[in-house]
């Protein structure tokens, strides 16, 4: 099939009867990191405007930093409460050049630069249990979109 009879047929008709075959441009696993790290738990992945590739390893505790070809950088964070540490970070981002990582257990978005360092972090608001996603916005401001959770009878504790 030539380019311009693909186009001619409906894309329902592609899908149907059309093959992709995916191909992988790099792989980047424990043997990356050459020893000097391996991943617990990796959760979410963020592209950089360069190639440079984020790793969220939430049992870890930090977040894996390779270039775009797939070698090592560098661990960003460690286990903790502090500016620049993780507790489950869980969810990563990238918007206008700066690192937001969602956490579980410290309930608080950390915003850092691109090389990790420590900018700034923003609590979650109390009470909402179950987080389902969010979206960072290239002002600061961020969306949440998260459940409630109100608990009560012989179950609840």
Not at 16 to 21: A, V
Not at 87 to 115: A, C, T, W
Request: glycine share 10%.
């Amino acid at each position: 099939m030539t380019f311009g009879e693909a186009q001619e047929k409906p894309l329902a008709a592609i899908y149907k009867t059309g093959r992709i075959k995916l191909m992988p441009e790099i792989i980047i696993d424990d043997a990356s990191m050459g020893g000097k790290d391996y991943f617990a738990g990796p959760d979410d992945i963020a592209l950089d405007a360069k190639g440079a590739v984020y790793v969220c390893d939430m049992t870890a505790h930090n977040i894996k930093k390779f270039d775009a070809e797939g070698r090592f950088l560098k661990t960003i964070g460690k286990q903790g409460q502090g500016p620049g540490d993780f507790d489950m970070p869980i969810e990563i981002e990238i918007v206008d050049g700066h690192l937001y990582v969602r956490e579980l257990n410290n309930k608080r978005f950390s915003i850092l630069n691109l090389e990790g360092a420590f900018i700034k972090s923003v609590s979650l608001p109390r009470g909402y249990e179950v987080w389902w996603k969010t979206k960072a916005l290239p002002d600061g401001r961020f969306i949440v979109h998260g459940e409630k959770v109100h608990a009560s009878g012989p179950l609840a504790s």
